[in-house]
């Protein structure tokens, strides 16, 4: 699951024009270290990449996540 997420927020990063900078997790909870323009509103795109990340994740790991 690690992997899947780190797939996913290296996407939704290149989508808000950032990077993945560092990326690391145990079972309940995961470190990013990423960069993204100034001018993008850290609020914004902390709540998109938690719902979407979340949404994905339960989508494809439902069983495992049960």
Do not use: C, Y
């Not at 560092?22 to 509103?41: I, Q, Y």
Request: aromatic share 10%; proline share 3%; net charge negative.
């Amino acid at each position: 699951m690690l992997n899947r997420l780190e797939v996913i927020f290296t996407d939704l990063l290149v989508k808000w024009g950032g990077e993945l900078i560092e990326f690391g997790g145990e079972p309940d909870h995961v470190h990013l270290l990423f960069e993204v323009d100034p001018t993008v509103r850290l609020s914004d795109f902390v709540k998109n990449l938690k719902s979407v990340s979340a949404r994905k994740m339960r989508q494809e790991f439902a069983e495992q996540l049960r």
